[in-house]
């Protein structure tokens, strides 16, 4: 396995509509689905997986977003450490 930390790189699309299905792309995630976690905005649950692999994340966006304040951080950790992407999601 990797040692390093994994790094988001690209969010597709970075202005998505509830219930869609992004893309992150990156580096050191996993093919085990069961160590990557992945959080949408400060609170609230992990977002629904859809598949990971060493540098691909899809991921449903959850309908429990506020559009309120529709701009929200990514949060990906895996046994390897935890980052938060420098690209934000931005509901549509």
Do not use: C, H, K, M
């Given at each position: 396995?990797?040692v390093a930390p994994p790094v988001?790189?690209?969010?597709?699309?970075?202005?998505?509509?509830?219930?869609?299905?992004?893309?992150?792309?990156?580096?050191?995630?996993?093919?085990?689905?069961?160590?990557?976690?992945?959080?949408?905005?400060?609170?609230?649950?992990?977002?629904?997986?859809?598949?990971?692999?060493?540098?691909?994340?899809?991921?449903?966006?959850?309908?429990?977003?506020?559009?309120?304040?529709?701009?929200?951080?990514?949060?990906?950790?895996?046994?390897?450490?935890?980052?938060?992407?420098?690209?934000?999601?931005?509901?549509?």
């Amino acid at each position: 396995d990797n040692v390093a930390p994994p790094v988001v790189s690209r969010i597709d699309p970075a202005t998505p509509l509830w219930g869609d299905t992004v893309t992150l792309t990156g580096q050191n995630f996993s093919y085990r689905r069961a160590s990557v976690r992945l959080r949408v905005g400060a609170w609230g649950d992990d977002a629904p997986l859809v598949s990971t692999s060493p540098t691909q994340i899809r991921f449903v966006v959850p309908n429990w977003l506020d559009a309120v304040n529709p701009n929200y951080a990514i949060t990906v950790t895996t046994d390897n450490g935890q980052t938060t992407a420098e690209q934000r999601l931005v509901l549509n």
